[in-house]
């Protein structure tokens, strides 16, 4: 088993798949890491600051399904486990920053009013929320990991090891959802309670030039293919969040082209489900994919539909299962 303090030092690549950082190192799978430090941030003005979370880590979470009163998403059993405030990815598209902008301000100060991915908090005592969180208590349940922020952000993967250590050691059964390569440096862990755990991978696009856009600090959508096949080899139940998906953009003008193209790869892992949802707006998540972009967002009339019959239609032609999310469905 690694120690938690070298995972501090192995990180993954950028989005447009250059290494963001002079030095290479080996992870245990002989695979090349990345080590980068906050440095490599340097192009985003970010602003640190801390708060102190509620204990127990593990709080209520309406991502689950309607008859156990939730929003319709099957992502856990009603419970997630957020450890931070703010996604260093900052991908221009995320939901998250609505959240924190309506309601955050009250509990985390002005500091969430920055523009998203310019802020990021964890807590100041996240350590002992770890210790004292009763995770028994949640023995048999599945909690989300994470929904307001990515669990893999080079900031949190050895908190994030922690966390899993206690976690599943207590038997609670775990959603773990990322867009980054960094679950791969877990994935002994994860195998070897692989009955608690599903990974899902997050992937928008496979057009690597709209990824760079539009997923800026996280690694190209053909790495991610490989987390999920390297999982997937480690005998992890594992899914995937095909989402947002775009309306046309200079960058990928036949979206339900690229669309295909990503199901049609994802049916040679065969994940065991599929989700799938189109570009919503969300505070100023718009605006923020415009400036990414430099082009103003169309969305044809019906986009939401046709993209829900895209995917079902591609679902089945591989004989795959999965749900769309439809807007506010
Ligand atoms: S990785 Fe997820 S939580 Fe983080 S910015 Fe991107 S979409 Fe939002």
Redesign the pocket.
């Known amino acids: 088993m690694q120690k938690t303090s070298k995972r501090l030092q192995r990180h993954t690549t950028g989005g447009d798949g250059a290494e963001l950082t002079s030095t290479s190192v080996s992870g245990s799978r002989g695979e090349s890491r990345s080590r980068i430090t906050r440095d490599h941030f340097s192009d985003m003005p970010m602003e640190e600051r801390t708060y102190r979370c509620t204990i127990p880590l593990i709080r209520p979470s309406k991502l689950t399904t309607r008859r156990r009163g939730g929003v319709g998403k099957e992502l856990s059993e009603g419970w997630c486990l957020n450890f931070a405030v703010g996604?260093t990815?900052?991908?221009p598209?995320?939901?998250?920053d609505s959240i924190h902008k309506r309601f955050g301000a009250s509990r985390y100060g002005e500091t969430v009013r920055r523009r998203?991915?310019e802020y990021f908090m964890v807590p100041e005592n996240l350590d002992a929320a770890i210790e004292k969180t009763p995770w028994s208590r949640w023995k048999g349940k599945e909690v989300l990991m994470s929904s307001?922020?990515?669990p893999y952000l080079p900031q949190l993967a050895d908190k994030t090891r922690l966390i899993l250590e206690r976690a599943l050691s207590a038997g609670v059964r775990l959603c773990i959802q990322t867009?980054s390569c960094l679950v791969l440096d877990d994935l002994d862990l994860l195998a070897e309670h692989k009955d608690l755990v599903r990974l899902q991978v997050?992937i928008a696009t496979l057009n690597a030039s709209l990824a760079r856009k539009i997923?800026p600090r996280?690694p190209p959508p053909r790495r991610r293919l490989d987390v999920l096949r390297k999982a997937k080899a480690e005998g992890l139940e594992v899914g995937v969040i095909v989402a947002p998906v775009f309306p046309p953009t200079r960058l990928n003008s036949n979206g339900w082209k690229d669309l295909k193209a990503l199901i049609g790869s994802l049916a040679e892992i065969n994940p065991a489900r599929i989700y799938g949802e189109s570009l919503h707006a969300r505070g100023q998540n718009l605006g923020l994919v415009e400036d990414a972009l430099g082009e103003r967002l169309i969305f044809p009339e019906g986009f939401d539909s046709a993209a829900e019959h895209v995917f079902y239609d591609q679902l089945t032609k591989y004989g795959l299962k999965g749900r769309w999310w439809p807007e506010r469905g």
């Open positions: 996604c990815h900052g991908c598209f995320c939901y998250v998203w991915g307001t922020h990515d867009r997050s997923e996280v």
